[in-house]
Every structure is written in C-alpha cells, then in structure tokens.
C-alpha cells in the first residue's frame, strides 16, 4: 500500500510550499472517499480474481477480474495500466477501496449515447445474442436492436452475426430508464450514401475501372465498384454467344470492366467487359461471304440449329433445314455434338444484325445429284416402304433418301388407297421413274414394273372393236368404263342407246356389264371414246348375217325379204266406224 508522507519534526522548519501541498493531499483525500465518485488509477497488480489499483489515496483499490473480460471491447489488465472506475465503497477489514469498473463503463456509455442521440451520431457495440423480435447489443449497457434494423436486407442466419462488433445509430434513449434502441441498418444506409455520392462523383462514359463480381444472375453478375454495385449484363461480357454468366466469372473474382452508362438518381451503372476488346464484327462482311467453305467449332446445340464458332467472339447459325439434305427434320443433337469441328458454308452474312447464316448440308453434293448419276429413268430399285399416306407411299431408296410412289402408279387397277396394295415395313421393287434435284423428289413406279398396259392395248385394238365394259362411275356427260384394270374409256350421252337420255343414272347403273365398240382411241393422251349404240347395232347385223347363214341355200331373195317385211309389218288401225259397230 501507498503511504501518506510522514509529518516533518517540530524543530524541523516547514516550508510554505511544503504545506500547501499536504493540505491540498489531505482535501483530496477526504473529498474523493465519498461512493459514487469517479476515480482514476493505475493498476498496481493483476490476481487470478481482482486487480489491484493506485488511486492516490491511503489505501489500494480492487476491482473484479471479470469486469475486464465484459467491458467493450473486453481487455486484459496488466501493471501500469490506467483505468477508471467508481469508487462504490471500503472494506473496513482489509482496508481496501472496493472499486467498479463496469459502474465507470456505464457512466461513460450513458454520457456516449446521449451525446449520440443528440447529434445523430454512431456508436460502436457488439451483438450479445438474439432474443424474440431483435437482438441484443453491448453499446457499454444493453441496448435492443429490432430485426428489421439488423441488415439493409433480411437476415437469412442471425447466428453469423453475433459476437460481431459494428457501428449503429442511436434511434431512442432513456438515461433514467439507461434504455436505448440501435440500428445497423441506418448506418449501413449512411455509408453507403457516402460511398455512393463518392463513386458517382468520379464516374464518366468509357471509363475503366476494377470491381469485385458480387453476385452472378441469369441475366447478368453484379460488380462492386467501390462500394455501389453496377449491373454487367450478359450481352456485355463477351462479343461471342454464352449461355450463363459462370462461364467467364464467379463471385469474389477481380475485374476490369468498362462504364457504359450511369444513373446516379437511379442509382443505376451499366458496365462492359467485352468493350476492352476490338469489335470482331466491325469488319465481318471482308472477312466472310455468301459461297465461303469454313471450319468451325460447335458451341451450342438447340431445338432450332447449331451455333458454330468461327472465330473468338464471332458465331453463325446452322439452322435446322440447312443440316441435312433429308426431308425429314431432324435434331441438331442427333447430327452434331458440342465441341466438334464441322466443314460449313457460309449463305448469308448480316453486319447490322451481327448474324451470319451457315449450311452444314451445302458442304457436301446433294445426295440426289449423286442418285441422279447412279440411277437413270427405268431403273429397278429395291427398298422397304418407310410411310403410306392418303396420296402415295414412301420407299426409302438408300440410307436417307426416299421416293414417292403416287397413288396412280402404284396399280394398273384403280384403287381408293395406297393402304390397299402397300404397307409400312413392307420390302417393294419399284422403278425410278424421275429425279428432280432443283424440287428435292424422287418419282417412282410400281405399276411400270409390268409394263405399259395402255401402249399394249393401243398396239392391240383399232376403232370398230367390240370390246366389253363395266360401268365404273356415272357422270352427268355419260359413262366410265373400265376396259380392262387399269383401262377406263368414257360412253357420252349420245352414245349411250338409240333413244335419248338424259339422266345416265336412271337407265344404268355401276358394275352393269355392257358390250360397246370403240369410236376414237387417244395414244398420246390415253383417252378411249366408245358407244353403246353403236356396238347395238353392230350386234343386230351380226345377229342377221349368222341367222342368213343357217338358212337353206333354196330359200330366194324374196323369201327373205318377205320374212323381214312380216317381222316389222305395221299394225292395222282401227277406225271409227269400226269402233262404233264394237261397241
């Protein structure tokens, strides 16, 4: 312990000075003893549960260990530290000051929050726990802070933020309650303001600047640029196509970034990473024309082509229908795989839109150019019919290349439909009858397999000839007959009896058997004119001559002639006198 300085001796003489300052020692002394009063000291002393403190006067002060350890921010005391507490009362059996630093913290903390509150100043503290509706936090007392004022957003893991210390803004305050309520969110505001009026007071257009990436989206990441963040849109990242923003950046990543715009009312920065580099479309139309044969990795595969990258940054697209020279569509993923290299064509080149058009299928001939030079007209193929549809059936030829046989050559023989001689699956010979390379068809034939049935028939009969029919349809011009399958001629109204008709359907009717000579035969438009008539009356002579013929060789040219004029003799009229004498 400090001991107060012995008194002089009587004989010793005592300075003026030398008693004025005994004097002020012994006022001190009796003043600052009183409880409640802030002393300041020196620490003497540290022991595993107190700490032992000079506080000028005849006895040592104490002050709990743990004290040390709550205060804000929390110390370790050692000897030769100066520190404050409240002098809170003496220990009559040891002797000591008992002391409290806490008590002095609280002092302190009151006259900070006051102060705070009036000036709308900030405060440091640290977050103690969470309770119900907020948090607690050590601003030197306890003061709450509501969840609503414990971030700018929502805090997702309130656990991340306690035992951290910050910075918060008085927003109520008690001393006599020692009451008061903080807010993070409103310095976090205010700093923010700060940063912002700073960072938009040095923007301009074109400016390059570094940034951390923060966050990746969809459409974009977001770059802090000094504590604002600004928006680098997809577009912006590079003069090629991606497909998201992870190909080229992560969080945290360092950048370099151009200012494309900026809005500090909105509070709003576009920025560009692929504006530090050259255009390569500025001069796209002298590097690539309609015609041009190019080698290019695949980058994408979708529903409606493939994107091909000729060069870093500049991509064309092989649209579905210009993949294969086939038909049928097919998918991109079924043709191509992502990074392969591929031989294409480029068809059309656009530098306003930046969009260049390519052919995978133009890269190689046309798979009927070189079928055309295989297989002339009149050549028999094999294949399996692929589809039969209401006006033919497809036969696939060779791998991918198909041909239509029509409905009209799939039979001599009239038929109502492909399904009724052809089925799906089904292996067929058929005949190329046409190549069209500039249309994409292929023409085949299944009926020309036997032959022409129509030059066989023209070679065979002439105008005269009976020939015996069915009716097949009834029209209001006259008849349709067929000949033979596959052979139809037509009756018209004149040629259908000796007696006019003029509704065909009341006199005849289909699949009506008929004998009818042949009037005109078409070759070169295999069209056949008949009558029944006509084969009438040719039956009727021929009927005459065989009955002449079996006749006795005596019988005379009278004879006949009487026999004929007794067949169509007339019958008697009867008068009226006649009528009268009947009745």
């Known amino acids: 312990m400090s001991e107060i300085t012995n008194l002089p001796e009587k004989d010793e003489k005592m300075t003026s000075e030398d008693y004025e300052h005994l004097l002020d020692k012994y006022q001190y002394s009796t003043k600052e003893v009183s409880a409640g009063k802030i002393v300041k000291g020196r620490v003497i002393k540290v022991t595993p549960t107190h700490v032992l403190v000079d506080i000028g006067l005849k006895s040592e002060g104490l002050i709990l260990i743990e004290e040390f350890a709550e205060s804000l921010p929390p110390v370790k005391p050692k000897a030769g530290d100066e520190v404050e507490a409240v002098l809170e009362k003496t220990d009559?059996?040891?002797?000591?000051?008992?002391?409290?630093?806490?008590?002095?913290?609280?002092?302190?903390?009151?006259?900070?929050?006051?102060?705070?509150?009036?000036?709308?100043?900030?405060?440091?503290?640290?977050?103690?726990?969470?309770?119900?509706?907020?948090?607690?936090?050590?601003v030197g007392i306890d003061a709450f802070m509501p969840d609503s004022h414990a971030d700018l957003k929502i805090v997702k893991d309130p656990d991340k933020l306690i035992g951290q210390t910050f910075k918060f803004k008085v927003i109520k305050f008690d001393r006599k309650t020692e009451n008061a309520v903080v807010s993070r969110k409103l310095f976090l505001q205010d700093e923010r303001e700060k940063r912002r009026r700073k960072v938009f007071s040095h923007l301009a257009k074109g400016q390059r600047i570094k940034g951390q990436v923060k966050s990746l989206t969809n459409f974009g990441a977001f770059v802090d640029v000094g504590g604002v963040e600004g928006l680098l849109h997809v577009s912006d990242m590079s003069w090629g196509r991606i497909n998201h923003p992870s190909e080229l950046f992560k969080p945290g990543q360092e950048v370099e970034v151009v200012v494309l715009d900026f809005s500090e009312k909105d509070e709003k920065i576009s920025l560009g990473a692929k504006q530090l580099t050259p255009d390569p479309w500025a001069n796209i139309a002298e590097k690539y024309t309609a015609g041009q044969r190019l080698t290019g990795k695949v980058t994408s595969l979708t529903d409606f082509g493939a994107f091909v990258e000729l060069e870093k940054g500049v991509e064309g697209l092989i649209h579905v229908s210009d993949l294969s020279w086939s038909r049928k569509m097919i998918h991109p993923k079924k043709l191509l795989s992502l990074g392969e290299e591929v031989v294409v064509t480029v068809l059309e080149v656009n530098p306003t839109s930046k969009r260049i058009s390519l052919g995978l299928k133009q890269?190689?001939?046309h798979p009927l150019e070189v079928l055309k030079q295989k297989y002339a007209p009149g050549t028999h193929v094999k294949g399996k019919i692929t589809s039969v549809t209401d006006f033919g059936a497809f036969l696939e030829i060779e791998p991918g290349i198909e041909g239509l046989i029509h409905i009209s050559d799939i039979s001599w023989e009239k038929i109502k439909h492909p399904s009724a001689k052809l089925k799906a699956g089904q292996d067929q010979e058929?005949?190329?009858?046409?190549?069209?390379?500039?249309?994409?068809?292929?023409?085949?034939?299944?009926?020309?397999?036997?032959?022409?049935?129509?030059?066989?028939?023209?070679?065979?009969?002439?105008?005269?000839?009976?020939?015996?029919?069915?009716?097949?349809?009834?029209?209001?011009?006259?008849?349709?007959?067929?000949?033979?399958?596959?052979?139809?001629?037509?009756?018209?109204?004149?040629?259908?009896?000796?007696?006019?008709?003029?509704?065909?359907?009341?006199?005849?009717?289909?699949?009506?058997?008929?004998?009818?000579?042949i009037m005109k035969l078409n070759a070169k438009d295999k069209k056949i004119?008949?009558?029944?008539?006509?084969?009438?009356?040719?039956?009727?002579?021929?009927?005459?001559?065989?009955?002449?013929?079996?006749?006795?060789?005596?019988?005379?040219?009278?004879d006949l002639m009487k026999e004929q004029l007794t067949r169509f003799q007339i019958p008697k009229t009867t008068t009226k006198k006649e009528e009268k004498t009947d009745d």
């Open 92 to 138: 009559p059996k040891e002797g000591y000051f008992i002391l409290s630093k806490k008590s002095a913290d609280v002092q302190r903390a009151l006259d900070v929050l006051e102060k705070a509150f009036a000036q709308e100043s900030f405060i440091s503290g640290r977050i103690s726990e969470k309770n119900r509706n907020g948090y607690t936090v050590n």
């Open 363 to 365: 890269s190689s001939p």
């Open 430 to 517: 058929a005949v190329i009858l046409n190549i069209d390379v500039e249309k994409q068809k292929v023409s085949l034939g299944i009926k020309q397999l036997e032959g022409d049935i129509w030059e066989d028939f023209f070679a065979r009969h002439r105008p005269g000839n009976l020939v015996n029919v069915k009716i097949v349809r009834i029209a209001d011009f006259g008849l349709f007959v067929e000949i033979l399958p596959g052979i139809e001629g037509v009756v018209f109204l004149s040629e259908l009896d000796e007696k006019k008709i003029d509704n065909p359907a009341e006199a005849f009717k289909v699949g009506e058997e008929k004998t009818a000579k």
């Open 529 to 558: 004119s008949l009558s029944f008539r006509l084969a009438q009356m040719d039956i009727q002579k021929q009927d005459y001559q065989r009955y002449v013929d079996s006749q006795d060789d005596r019988m005379t040219l009278g």
